[in-house]
């Protein structure tokens, strides 16, 4: 790749991600992004001095800063008065516009203000809106946002203002992690956007999946006559706006607007927190002029509140489908947003002991469309003596069955438990286990809440007359079914001890312990489980427990199956003690590959590199086959592989 060539890739990559984006409408696959994008990436590796300013590659992060510098706006960001109801509305149409109006309207998001500087049409600056004046350089941190472009169709010097926002399902996922790790937990959408644009490290701004909304601009030499006319030429630039923009004529139409945004608030999958209105005759804006605060021109029209304060009564212990045990919160009925919340989760006991929750506790409630409400803070003033301490369970409340405590999770491990037995089951039948082909989620699920089977066992003691009442079964499908059951049966003791769903016990575990203690793996002490190489206190302490809680359960079970241990050795051919990568399409399952090439002895890892000795390429082989071939590493085809097999 030249340099020509390079700056022709660039833009393509480019055009490609506003296509997937921005306009939601993809024109190249992911394969041929991914590969487009590492030819960009090599060139890049060896002529650092020659990375274009709108380069893709910048998107990713890397960059550690010790602190943010400041930085100035050209134009102020001015803030917005706020208004609640419609009385208010009419009121500020009257009080400062005696002539006849459009207004713009759009949702108000909540999230974190940003200003980007363009000039000559490549991204120069990015800042937050500090006090309006002066902000925080984080053109670093705004470069990984893959909705903000790094160049645009623009040559003039131009401010593009908006919101960086988290979506609900993306802020979720992110408590869920921090509670996960210990961390204290963002108290809303709002602060988890702030939080993460802020980010020292731009790796971890890339990782939050950061949105930008652009709802103004700053200091620009524009000519358009109205506010309308600036955002879509704003759109065409390649940014990302919401489908909710309406042109309104008076007050009547701006409340049925605002009213309609209220009743679509949930279904939103960004938190909005109200309406901005503003008067779509720039010239008007301009006549209007500004307060010492506030633009006279523009007004947030704000939702009812999503946050409330109330009282901790109880805490309860709900039991998930993997064991997993979280605390629920039972509170004081109070409404929010027309909802009368009468619970929060609290997700985990770690959780708890951070915020230093106790019970009868005044608390603040958060709640964000269907997701469930959540504790955010606790007003520990407040206490007049009536609190108690929350205490971590030690039995499941469901089953009684001592619970394995991890600290930041608490998990039942009976396999049995009501709450867990369908997961339980459907883990058990799962390809990588025991690969009961047909006994799919649906399947168990209908055969359990129908009384046919109620533990794991059960499954093998099925007849075809348990299948007759049931919707979907025929003779055939019967048949398949309890064939496929009759063939589990003979598994080797690796997957059967996998599908038993022992926590921290995965099938790399599960093979040491089946070849290490292939005659005694169900006697093993915590000392025989610590000599394993790779085993510690953690993964022994679950392994034991879970084998003292259900015992009885595996033994029953193992009065059906018998599995297979691989004491015979393994089968020399070809690929004995070589490495191997698999890629592509082929006619069975990787994994059904995977497993022939251990009997072989040999290696099966997922990167390519010099150590490689053959990669076993299907359709559609991608990047590993391109690397391996430029490695000059030995690549086959499934007729070539077979004939391997056999030398």
Known sequence: MDKNQYKNAVETLNLWAKAYYTLDNPIATDDEYDKLYHEVLEYENAHEDEILAYSPTLRVGGAISE????SAHIAPMWSMEDIFNNDELIAWINRGLKFNNDFYVEPKFDGASLNLLYEDGILVKATTRGDGLIGENVTLNAKTITSIPLKIDYKESIEIRGEVVIKKSDFDLINDERAKNSQPLFSNPRNAAAGSLRQLDSKVTASRKLMFLPWGVGNNSLKFQKHSEIMAFIRSLGFVQDDFLKVCKNADEIQDAYNNLVLNRDKKPIMMDGMVIRVDDLQKCTELGYTVKFPKFMVAYKFPAIEKVTKLLDVTLQVGRSGVITPVGVLEPVNIDGANVKSATLHNFDEIERLGLMKNDFVNIIRSGDVIPKITNVFKDRRDGSQSKIYRPEFCPVCSSKLLDEG????????????????SIIYFASKTCMDIDGLGDAIVELLVNSGKINSISDIYTLKDEDFRDLDGFKDKKITNLLNAIEDSKTRE????????????????????????????????????LLSLDGFGEIMAKSYIQFISINRQKIENLLSFITPITKEQGIINNAFTGKTIVITGTLSKPRDDFKRELESFGAKVTNSVSKKTDYVLYGDEAGSKFDKAVNLGLKTINEDEYEKLCEI
Not at 67 to 70: A, D, G, L, Q, R
């Open 408 to 423: 930041v999770f608490i998990k039942c491990q009976n396999i049995d438990c009501r709450a867990r037995v369908i997961n």
């Open 493 to 528: 003791l690796e997957r059967f001890i996998t599908s038993l769903g022992i926590e921290h016990i995965g099938i790399v575990a599960a093979k040491k312990i089946a070849k290490t203690y292939s005659n005694d793996w169900l006697n093993l002490s915590y000392n025989d």
């Open 67 to 70: 602190k943010f510098e400041k």
